[in-house]
Nanobody
Framework: QVQLVESGGGSVQAGGSLKLSCAGS????????VGWFRQAPGKEREGVAS???????RYADSVKGRFTISHDNAKNTLYLEMSSLKPEDSAMYYC????????????????????WGQGTQVTVSS
């Protein structure tokens, strides 16, 4: 059974940085599209970033230049490095993986992803 477990969330001030991790069990990050999503209270879940098996990255416009997605195949861990954080980045962050297939253009669509972690909270104060 595939398991994805996020960690690294927390509370920071605006302008600060955080690095989220997502450890995968029984899933290899270097095969299919994997990504990070976030959901703020009262809002729909939105795609933040994705990375495919070739290492090609895609980002939501709102995080371009500030967030970096990567994965360590040896550790089977997906990362999201976040810098210059803003209060509007506050949300529950989830990692997710497709059962098969690459990443589509643009921000990742939650409907394309089958496996999900439990989420880690990020709170950015002004």
């Amino acid at each position: 059974q595939v398991q994805l477990v996020e960690s690294g969330g927390g509370s920071v001030q605006a302008g600060g940085s955080l690095k989220l991790s997502c450890a995968g069990s029984k899933y290899s990050y270097n095969r299919n599209c994997v990504g990070w999503f976030r959901q703020a209270p009262g809002k729909e879940r939105e795609g933040v970033a994705s990375i495919n098996s070739m290492g090609f990255r895609r980002y939501a416009d709102s995080v371009k230049g500030r967030f970096t997605i990567s994965h360590d195949n040896a550790k089977n861990t997906l990362y999201l490095e976040m810098s210059s954080l803003k209060p509007e980045d506050s949300a529950m962050y989830y990692c997710a993986a497709r059962k098969e297939g690459g990443c589509n253009d643009g921000s990742p669509d939650p409907g394309d992803f089958v496996y999900w972690g439990q989420g880690t909270q990020v709170t950015v104060s002004s």
